[in-house]
């Protein structure tokens, strides 16, 4: 049972640029969201995608933004890049919350580090 | 606005001691709370659940308790091992959503051998 896939798992953009980082959720889960982790901090919640909308966000800019496909599988794309946005991104995926089969629990791939220099 | 603190920031024990590890959260209408473990440049992979309704969650040499009305969750480690050296995040939903989540800054712990 594969667990939930990011890609890149590393990469080196410089100020300006635009990226696109993606993720696969855990086999028969339906939902996922995405956090920024600065170092030596807690992640943050950026958004959550389910039945391919946007259906919460957290307190980020505009510049970031998202994509979920029919297979369940997301986008996160960041623009205009700063130095602040270096930090490891994280999916993480679930059943919906208004499912029978949701507990609640969240499973985490293991993040995609972006360096903006 | 929910607020995850976690005490203390940084644990060094040696190996074989039991150790606690302390989660606060401002807003007590949570779900569940979800404790988890990162290891340097890694994701974060999930140690316990614990749903609103129970008061405490074991796995192997870990238990997780939650007390709701006093905005507390302890997760203890008994007969700490070199490998249990990372970083422990606890986590909570706001209210509303499971997956806008608020973390803690996490407790970094070295076991010593």
């Known amino acids: 049972d594969a667990g939930v896939t990011q890609s890149p798992t590393h990469l080196i953009k410089t100020r300006g640029q635009q990226v696109t980082l993606r993720c696969s959720p855990k086999?028969?889960?339906?939902?996922v969201s995405w956090y920024q982790q600065a170092l030596g901090q807690g992640p943050q919640f950026i958004f959550q995608y389910y039945e391919e909308e946007e259906r919460q966000r957290g307190n980020f800019p505009d510049r970031f933004s998202g994509h979920q496909f029919p297979n369940y599988s997301s986008e996160l794309n960041v623009n205009a890049l700063l130095l602040g946005d270096s930090a490891l991104y994280l999916c993480?995926?679930?059943?919906?919350?208004?499912?029978?089969?949701?507990?609640?629990?969240?499973?985490f791939g293991e993040g995609s580090r972006l360096t903006v220099l | 606005k929910q607020e995850v603190t976690q005490i203390p920031a940084a644990l060094s024990v040696p190996e074989g001691e039991n150790l606690v590890l302390n989660c606060s959260f401002t807003d007590s209408a949570i779900y569940n709370l979800q404790w988890f473990r990162q290891d340097p440049g890694k994701g974060l992979t999930s140690l316990l659940l614990?749903?609103?309704?129970?008061r405490e969650q074991t796995s192997g040499r870990l238990n997780a308790s939650l007390d709701k009305s006093s905005g507390r969750s302890t997760l203890y480690i008994a007969a700490s091992q070199p490998g249990d050296s990372a970083t422990y995040l606890c986590a909570v939903p706001a209210s509303g959503g499971y997956q806008k989540v608020t973390f803690g800054t996490g407790t970094k712990l070295q076991v010593i051998p």
């Open positions: 086999s028969g889960h339906d939902t």
């Open positions: 614990i749903q609103s309704s129970q």
């Open positions: 993480a995926s679930s059943h919906h919350p208004g499912t029978v089969k949701n507990t609640g629990e969240l499973f």
